[in-house]
């Protein structure tokens, strides 16, 4: 099975950098990929690292290392709309399934 | 048109009603899904169906019946729920079960209460 753990919660003040960690035990996987959720709202996809290394977007960016098992997602010159829960999400191999993690609080102060 | 749209949003039933929620995608996604979420938790799979074939039942209660009737419309049908299955239930889709780069479209989901 898989198993993908992330801190329950992180806070910080507008303008800093954070990091959110994901980390898994999976018997082999398409890539990791991360999602934002607002209180109320849908899901909605960020960034996904099919290969390991950094991926870019904005001031999000995402990272993989397949083989410590881990990534994370940074977040740049945080706002306050950055407030919101955040899942790292993989596909195993031998489904159709995506598998969320345990998913990521942010509070972000002014 | 990147939307998967959920209706009803809010919806309280008794423990003997039956009523269905519904998702619509015009994407022409051929993958679409059915998740369910409780407060402060990851959305949980519940089913899969793959070009309008059911593929994936992750061991849900027969008192969730899943349909679809085509390919852009995924209904879920409740009776006999429990207030434990109260939750958020959110529709998704992507363009096939590969979803080349992990991108699936989630609806704003359908609040259920069950009483």
């Known amino acids: 099975g898989q198993s993908l753990e992330q801190p329950s919660e992180v806070t910080a003040v507008e303008g800093a950098i954070v990091q959110i960690n994901c980390t898994y035990q999976?018997?082999?996987?398409?890539?990791l990929s991360w999602y934002q959720q607002h209180d109320g709202g849908a899901p909605t996809f960020l960034s996904y690292?099919?290969?390991?290394g950094l991926e870019e977007t904005g001031r999000f960016s995402s990272f993989l290392s397949r083989s410590d098992s881990y990534g994370y997602l940074l977040l740049q010159e945080l706002q306050m709309k950055d407030s919101a829960s955040y899942f790292c999400?993989?596909?195993?191999?031998?489904?159709?399934?995506?598998?969320f993690g345990t998913g990521t609080r942010l509070q972000v102060f002014p | 048109d990147t939307e998967v749209t959920q209706t009803p949003k809010h919806l309280v039933m008794g423990m003997t009603n039956k009523k269905s929620l519904k998702c619509e995608q015009h994407?022409?996604?051929?993958?679409m899904y059915w998740y369910k979420q409780k407060a402060k938790k990851p959305p949980e799979l519940m089913f899969v169906?793959?070009?309008?074939?059911?593929?994936i039942n992750e061991s849900v209660p027969s008192r969730f019946s899943p349909e679809c009737p085509n390919s852009s419309l995924l209904n879920l049908h409740l009776h006999a729920l429990q207030p434990e299955d109260s939750a958020l239930y959110l529709c998704?889709?992507?363009?096939?079960?590969?979803?080349?780069?992990?991108?699936?479209?989630f609806g704003e989901g359908s609040w259920l209460t069950v009483v």
């Open positions: 994407m022409g996604h051929r993958a």
């Open positions: 999976t018997s082999g996987f398409y890539g």
């Open positions: 690292n099919a290969l390991d």
């Open positions: 169906y793959s070009y309008e074939k059911l593929s």
């Open positions: 998704a889709s992507s363009q096939d079960t590969s979803f080349s780069g992990n991108t699936i479209y």
């Open positions: 999400a993989v596909r195993s191999l031998d489904s159709d399934k995506l598998i």
